[in-house]
Nanobody, 123 residues
Framework: QVQLVESGGGLVQAGGSLRLSCAAS????????MGWFRQAPGKDRDFVAA????????YYADSVKGRFTISRDNAKRTVSLQMNSLKPEDTAVYYC????????????????WGQGTQVTVSS
């Protein structure tokens, strides 16, 4: 079993920044890739970013490339998502998840999920 707890969401104006964090417990954190997804009302859960087990490789959706940065601290069992230059279309509930194998771009490739944290960007 794995428990994931996200934090750091909130309300921010367009152009602003937020830093999301995800704290993990229950499984050897450093063995697994991690991902961030987001889901807006009435839409599918979309890939945002992923990072491999060591932190040496990162992957981003085109919509956030150059604005968001994913990182991890295996000693602290955390993964973070630094979000800069936020846009209203970034508004969603953001979820962190553990990858089944390496990393992936699809929700089905992840097995454990946090409860999500709301990010709202006002125009």
């Amino acid at each position: 079993q794995v428990q994931l707890v996200e934090s750091g969401g909130g309300l921010v104006q367009a152009g602003g920044s937020l830093r999301l964090s995800c704290a993990a417990s229950g499984r050897t954190f450093s063995r697994y890739g991690m991902g961030w997804f987001r889901q807006a009302p009435g839409k599918d859960r979309d890939f945002v970013a992923a990072i491999n087990w060591s932190g040496g490789s990162t992957y981003y959706a085109d919509s956030v490339k150059g604005r968001f940065t994913i990182s991890r601290d295996n000693a602290k069992r955390t993964v973070s998502l630094q979000m800069n230059s936020l846009k209203p279309e970034d508004t969603a509930v953001y979820y962190c998840a553990t990858a089944r194998d390496g990393y992936g771009y699809y929700a089905r490739e992840y097995d454990y999920w946090g409860q999500g944290t709301q990010v709202t960007v006002s125009s």
